[in-house]
């Protein structure tokens, strides 16, 4: 069985301060980690995924997020946040093993930036 | 690259009608695609994988007769809700995997109001 936790509902940050979007997983095998962002109405964009090889992904928009085994986790990071990152962030993962390809997602954290 | 479209965005129909929403992959085959259905400030609940040329597999809980799945080529995947009723109203969101890929591709989303 393959789940997400997402320990935050809200994240308020100011304009300019860095963020950071907590997930932590669990799987019965090697995970595969993705970050979705879903603005109102809208579907899920994709930002970035861990597959192999760097602990330290980079994705779209200045995201980046960093895989820890040890901790099982999977935060979303930014240096420094804009108003326009406002958005509900998802966590998901997959296990390896899984052929069929689905995800199992977070209950999602919506990030509030200040201006 | 990697754009799913649905079709309609938005539908509005009258309880006891049935609704048909279309997923298509606009520039990539896809083998495999996702029907999810999100609830206000919620997550997205996996409904059902969808594989090109064979049925549907749905999750536990999802009731097949009620929403018909059919997947008639790597680009087209529709879901058709039949004799809606106002608790079936929802956003519905599907997604895409490219063949022999890791990364679900979602669309824009349909929002069903049944009244």
């Known amino acids: 069985a393959q789940s997400v936790a997402q320990p935050e509902d809200q994240v308020n940050v100011a304009e300019g301060n860095p963020l950071t979007v907590k997930c932590t997983y669990s799987v019965s095998g090697n995970p595969y980690l993705f970050w979705y962002v879903q603005y109102p109405n809208r579907g899920l964009q994709f930002l970035l995924k861990y597959i192999t090889g760097d602990n330290l992904v980079k994705g779209s928009y200045g995201f980046e997020a960093e895989f820890n085994k040890s901790q099982t986790s999977f935060h979303l990071k930014k240096p420094s946040a804009l108003v326009s990152d406002s958005a509900l962030y998802f966590c998901a993962v997959r296990d390896w093993n899984n052929a069929g390809n689905m995800l199992t997602f977070g209950g999602g954290t919506r990030l509030m930036v200040k201006p | 690259g990697a754009v799913v479209s649905q079709h309609p965005s938005r539908v509005i129909c009258k309880s006891g009608t049935s609704v048909k929403i279309e997923c298509r992959s606009l520039?990539?085959?896809?083998?495999?695609m996702f029907w999810y259905r999100q609830f206000p400030k919620q997550s997205l609940m996996l409904m059902a994988t969808s594989n090109e040329g064979s049925k549907a597999t749905y999750e536990q809980g999802v009731e097949k007769d009620k929403f018909l799945i059919n997947h008639a080529s790597l680009t087209l995947s529709t879901l058709t809700v039949t004799s809606a009723h106002p608790e079936d109203s929802s956003f519905y969101i599907c997604?895409?995997?490219?063949?022999?890929?890791?990364?679900?591709?979602f669309g824009p989303g349909t929002r069903l109001t049944v009244l």
């Open positions: 520039d990539f085959q896809a083998t495999t």
């Open positions: 997604s895409a995997s490219v063949v022999g890929g890791d990364t679900q591709y």
